[in-house]
């Protein structure tokens, strides 16, 4: 009697990644753990690099500015309105000087007298020598001040002239320069009505000799 050997397959058998070394590479690929998370990825960034503002932004800061939230330069503000005030008190010296009398109407009106002298030195009759001696020298003396009140009159009125005519300004006139030029104005107006009355001998005549005696 043959027997022949029985073959028997053990199914319990199964390859082990050991025995088939690739599919061991592919199981151990596409097995992930599901608790890993990725590496942020590191910027290496320069620390003195800046951001520098566009053109943009600083236009638009600039325009979100209101003039007065900028704070005044110390040296500009020194500065603002020191050739009008100087003008100003100008101004008003030049009219003290028209009400009070100058130098230069005293020194003209003692050349009037010298020169009246010598005219009627060779004889002349009293309303010719009063004309001659006393009248002219009272007009130069009251055409001198005119001068003058004239002068205070233009420069108060120039002072507050100029910032209508002058560059838009971007902050309003001093209080005290408008106020030393109003004085300027009125003393040169107040020179020029008593010069123009002492001018026309509105206030004062001149003397009148009398008839002699006969």
Do not use: C
């Not at 199964?14 to 596409?30: I, L």
């Not at 290496?44 to 600039?62: H, I, K, L, V």
């Not at 704070?71 to 500065?79: G, L, S």
């Amino acid at each position: 009697m043959n027997t022949t050997p029985s073959k028997t397959t053990d199914l319990s058998k199964t390859a082990s990644p050991a025995d088939d070394p690739g599919k061991g590479t592919t199981d151990a690929a596409v097995t992930e753990d599901p608790t890993a998370t990725a590496a942020p990825t590191e910027v290496t960034e320069d620390p003195t690099a800046t951001a520098a503002p566009s053109e943009a932004t600083e236009e638009a800061e600039d325009d979100d500015l209101e003039p007065g939230d900028l704070e005044p330069d110390p040296f500009t503000e020194a500065r603002h309105g020191v050739g009008a005030g100087a003008t100003a008190v100008v101004s008003a010296a030049l009219g003290i000087v028209a009400l009070t009398g100058a130098w230069s109407g005293r020194v003209a009106a003692e050349r009037e007298t010298l020169m009246g002298q010598i005219q009627t030195a060779g004889g002349s009759s009293a309303a010719q020598q009063i004309s001659e001696i006393y009248g002219d020298a009272w007009h130069t003396t009251a055409l001198v001040n005119g001068v003058f009140a004239v002068l205070a009159l233009l420069v108060g009125a120039f002072v507050l002239a100029r910032p209508a005519f002058g560059a838009p300004a971007t902050r309003p006139q001093p209080a005290w320069i408008r106020a030393v030029a109003l004085a300027g104005i009125a003393l040169g107006t107040l020179g020029v009505l008593i010069s123009a009355g002492m001018y026309f001998d509105l206030f004062l005549s001149l003397p009148v000799a009398g008839t002699p005696a006969g």
